[in-house]
């Protein structure tokens, strides 16, 4: 399994980032697929997830109506659209996989800043 995200940067305070998670090694279109994030001296959080169709996403209360989970089941990417960025959403962000029994999987993380 490996999962590779790229998209991160530095964003000015109301500004977009749309971060992309590529996977490979495992049937993709079969799990749900989720984005967390970890602040400095914070515990990692769950951001968002989508279900393996697609079909269904949810997200913790502080990114609703801003984020946007998608996912592409041809390619085996699953993306996150942040807009209107806020100090507060600066974190590394991470893609994950979660296969039950047989373990779950992270990427290497991608920094988001949103700094002015």
């Known amino acids: 399994v490996q999962l590779v995200e790229s998209g991160g940067g530095l964003v000015q305070p109301g500004g977009s980032l749309r971060l992309s998670c590529a996977a490979s090694?495992?049937?993709?279109?079969?799990?749900?697929m989720r984005w967390y994030r970890q602040a400095p001296g914070k515990e990692r959080e769950r951001v968002a997830r989508?279900?393996?169709?697609?079909?269904?996403?949810d997200y913790t209360d502080s990114v609703k109506g801003r984020f946007t989970i998608s996912r592409d089941n041809d390619k085996n990417t699953v993306d996150l659209q942040m807009n209107n960025l806020k100090s507060e959403d600066t974190a590394v962000y991470y893609c994950?996989?979660?296969?039950?029994?047989?373990?779950?999987?992270w990427g290497q993380g991608t920094q988001v800043t949103v700094s002015s």
């Open positions: 994950h996989l979660d296969r039950g029994v047989l373990g779950d999987f």
């Open positions: 090694g495992f049937a993709f279109s079969f799990y749900d």
């Open positions: 989508i279900s393996s169709s697609g079909g269904f996403t």
